[in-house]
């Protein structure tokens, strides 16, 4: 990667790896990552922020000028999204997805766990992301791209996301 990036914006569906990716370049290249989910929460997945202090804090981070953004959320995140550098999707294959969502499960102690019903809802969501066309959808997340003429990459799976880290020197 030559030029230089100081706002990324990564965007795939759960157990996609966006919290590793944000993780590893941020890591590389000095810039802080932010979770949208610590943005839409007050305590993850549980209490919400009302949209007027979610929009406030989004809006702080990505009037910053270095930020690695990652979440999938609709459309209170356009404003973020133009002012990326950089977009990456992560488009994983469906039978990753599901298998990293019930490791994830498993490796989770059982008060941390969420209930099976939700994991199942949770797996249910990612088989259908790539077909949605909502909002929170891989359609619309390709529509935004070309909407807004952003840079942006598809990584499909481990070993394009490991070159793209790699890339960063």
Known sequence: MKKSVNRIYIIGTSG????????????????????????????KHTLRRSENKRDKLLSKIASRKKWIIEGVYGSWIEKALRKADLVIILDIHLLVLTKRILFRFLRKNKAERESLRDIIKLVKYVKGYKKSVTETGYKHHLHLMSKHKLNYFILKNSKEINQFISSFI
């Open 16 to 43: 996609s790896g966006k919290s590793f990716l944000s993780n590893k370049l941020s890591e590389k290249l000095g810039i802080p990552n932010y979770d949208l989910d610590d943005v839409f929460f007050i305590k």
